[in-house]
């Protein structure tokens, strides 16, 4: 029991999980005049959902009308356009198509653009075989008909989740990695919220843990949901097919999701997949002969020559499939003050800017939280170093020479773009947080001649930074 005390901290707000869900919320959080940490159990935030995902910003055609996912999904994608700007990320609405194959399968398209118009969903047309063909080229002869929807984009979830989280630190969110909340309970009108880094008592706790959100929820409700991991697997093509295809394109939906899609990357690479597996355990992100099979299968239907021998990377997400089926949000009828983001399963990338705007007003308006006058929402992210400007190159080359050396072939990624992924308020701590942030190592040979060099320059980095912090505590 006296555990519970030692190293007390007092917060206003504590968001458990740092993916898409909690660092949107951080975001939109940091601009009231509340102290607000969130903690993630990884080395890096967005190592769950929101880094093993399609990358589509959802039209929202395929959610059933009424259900929380239809909504948000609906209102999220209307938010991307401004956050985009707002947070600098690349963002490219590229339309989506889902296919029939036969002429049985055409009324299926009118059924869905049907539901999509019931959830407000604008731009959706049925299109025939010539001008799917003008459209995407590439796509397979047996295709009769598809629906086209204007409203789809694709984004990279990295550097969403990762410029919310970025934009929230600068405003005065504070960032806890590594740190595994594994207990939560009221006491005295505050949530003691017991970590891996010490206990916490907050005024209110978001609960944006993925797949673990059932486990918090059912530790301090008596409305209990489960969880049912449910994992995808893809396959990653090399970038020579960047002009393959400008749409994501999907085929029919069916009971277990939307069915394997072939989607252009903004990176420029192309994934096929996902999967749709129940499995037992929720961290299980292996990818199988068997799944991969079925993706190969499956995506050759859309693509009939798709090439598997360019495939640089294979990978699997799992899913936080909701036994309700729903995402379900907002305050627990029986626990003040403790907000879920749970089951929140696709469309959840697309719906995660409204669901975090819902949730921070709610927040806030139970704890009388008054705005922060001076929020920053402009976020610049990492520039390439390719595209500077000449002055800017020959800065850099004077102060820090060396850093315009590059370390990633594949990426053409110098040495001064790694320095300042790891230099970042909510910096890189690993190689994988170098990949997601300026794509060292995402190329073709996977990291296989940089990894030793982006290594060296991790160590150089985090040793300064911590000898830094260590003086500063002297
Ligand atoms: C295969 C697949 C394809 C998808 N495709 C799309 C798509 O194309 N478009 C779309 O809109 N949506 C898509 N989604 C859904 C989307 O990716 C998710 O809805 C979204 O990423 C959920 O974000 P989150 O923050 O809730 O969860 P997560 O990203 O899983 O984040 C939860 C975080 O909580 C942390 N955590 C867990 N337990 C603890 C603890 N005890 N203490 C501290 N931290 C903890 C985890 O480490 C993790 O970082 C897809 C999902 C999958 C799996």
Known sequence: MKDWYCKMIDVDVLIVG??????????????????????????????????????????????????????????????????????????????????????????????????????????????????????????????????????????????????????????????????????????????????????????????????????????????????????????????????????????????????????????????????????????DTRTTVEGLKKVFSSGKKIWEELPLQDAIKSFAGVRAHCNQNDFILGEAPDAPFFFNALGVESPGLTAAPAIALDLARQVSERLHATCKMDFQPFHHSIPTFEGMREKQKRRICTEHPGDEVIVCQCEGVTRWEIREAIRRPVGARTIDGIKRRVRAGMGSCQARLCAIQINEILEEELTSTFAHTALKFK
């Open 18 to 283: 740092g993916g898409i869900i909690g660092c949107s919320a951080a975001r939109e959080l940091s601009k009231f005049n509340l102290n607000v940490v969130l903690m993630e159990k990884e080395t890096d935030i967005c190592s769950g959902q929101s880094k093993a995902n399609t990358a589509i910003i959802h039209g929202g055609y395929d959610a059933k009308p009424g259900t929380l996912k239809a909504r948000y999904n609906v209102r999220g994608n209307r938010m991307f356009g401004r956050l985009c700007k707002e947070l600098d990320v690349p963002l490219r609405w590229n339309t989506s198509l889902v296919l029939a194959f036969s002429e049985k399968d055409v009324p299926q398209l009118e059924a869905l653009r049907q539901q999509g118009i019931r959830n407000g969903v604008t731009g959706l047309s049925i299109i025939g075989r010539d001008e799917i063909n003008r459209r995407e080229p590439h796509v397979s002869k047996k295709t009769v008909a598809a629906l086209l929807s204007k409203q789809s984009g694709i984004l990279s979830p990295f550097k969403f989740t990762i410029a919310n989280a970025e934009n929230a630190a600068e405003n005065g969110v504070v960032f806890h990695r590594n740190a595994e909340v594994f207990g939560i309970k009221r006491e005295e009108s505050k949530w003691i919220v017991k970590s891996t880094i010490g206990t916490f008592r907050a005024k209110a706790v978001l609960n944006c843990a993925g797949v673990y959100t059932d486990t918090f929820n059912n530790q301090v409700s008596a409305v209990r949901y489960e969880i049912l991991p449910r994992r995808g697997q893809y396959y990653l093509l090399d970038k020579k097919y960047a002009k393959q295809f400008h749409a994501s394109i999907f085929q029919l939906p069916t009971h277990m999701g939307k069915g394997t899609v072939i989607s252009p990357t903004v990176d420029g690479t192309v994934l096929v997949g996902p999967t749709a597996e129940d499995i037992m355990n929720r961290d």
